[in-house]
């Protein structure tokens, strides 16, 4: 923890993070944003700003006719770790109502636009019922859709965890039927029946408490200048990145790095990148 933010108590020291953060995002700060964000007074939002120039007297200059204070050029964070990535994340969260704009530290958020992502129909009292039997270790009898059958049939599954493949939610499952554990959508899951105690234990899912290392680099037919730019994208070391993933989600992860497909179904330029070598034990 940096010594600035030593000795204090979380409340304080949270206010005193969203304070940083509109600084070093968003350049300044008032009173207002601090009472909107957190339900304070307005002496509890004066209290935390005149703390945060004792503690970080650098910081922050205050100006008058704005009635705010503004990132001095001489700004280093001293209770935020800033991280481009969690902002980009919580960027999207609120463009995609993941997250209301009331629940993010943003506030003037940079036009956004993305790909649409379809809603994904996951019944409320569904998820529930999972997250409850993976809790306390339950089977539950499920009515669930497959595409391998035309009606959907009742089965047994003990769930002990939740996944996500980019687009889908499911829940990792040992299923009664095939003996094995397997993947399930939430959104296929048509009623739940019943509950009873599971004699499976998440240790035996192999495939999901392996990590495994994904070794990814340019495409190798790209050129020099293009190979270096997919480096910067993908944030390699000597031509390579690594990525670790659970074994169980390996299929996900090519599909959504597009290495599920042959080298030779894409042009260079649209495929970018390649797989270096097979998954090893992580």
């Known amino acids: 923890m940096p010594e600035a ?14 304070i940083e953060f509109r600084l070093y995002w968003e350049g300044g700060v008032n009173r207002s944003d601090i009472i909107g964000a957190f339900d304070v007074s307005v002496p509890q939002a004066s209290k935390d700003l005149t703390l945060y120039q004792e503690r970080a007297p650098q910081n922050a200059i205050y100006d008058k006719s704005a009635k705010r204070y503004i990132a001095s050029n001489e700004f280093q964070p001293c209770f935020l770790k800033p991280d481009a990535g969690q902002y980009l994340n919580q960027l999207r969260s609120v463009a995609e109502g993941i997250l209301a704009p009331s629940e993010s530290w943003i506030a003037h958020s940079p036009p956004y636009a993305g790909p649409p992502v379809p809603a994904r129909g996951v019944n409320n009292d569904t998820l529930r019922t999972m997250l409850a039997a993976i809790r306390q270790n ?12 035309d009606d959907p049939r009742w089965r047994w599954i003990a769930p002990h965890a939740i996944g996500f ?11 009664e039927v095939s003996r094995s554990f397997k993947d399930f959508l939430l959104s296929r899951i048509i009623e739940v029946r019943s509950t009873r105690p599971s004699e499976v234990s998440p240790e035996d899912d ?4 392996e990590l495994i290392t994904l070794e990814i680099g340019p495409h190798p037919e790209l050129s020099e200048s293009q190979k270096r730019i ?11 990145a690594q990525i670790q993933v659970r074994k169980a989600l390996r299929y996900y992860a090519l599909r959504r790095l597009g290495l599920d497909t042959p080298l030779e179904a894409r042009r260079p330029q649209d495929q970018q990148i390649v797989l270096l070598r097979e998954p090893a034990s992580g």
């Open 5 to 18: 933010a030593a000795a204090l108590k979380w409340g304080v020291e949270r206010r005193l993070e969203f």
């Open 138 to 149: 339950q089977a539950v009898e499920i009515k669930y859709q497959s595409l391998s059958s």
């Open 165 to 175: 493949d980019g687009f889908r939610w499911h829940t990792r499952a040992f299923c």
């Open 206 to 209: 192999a495939d999901w408490n």
């Open 230 to 240: 997919i480096a910067l994208d993908y944030g390699m070391r000597g031509g390579r």
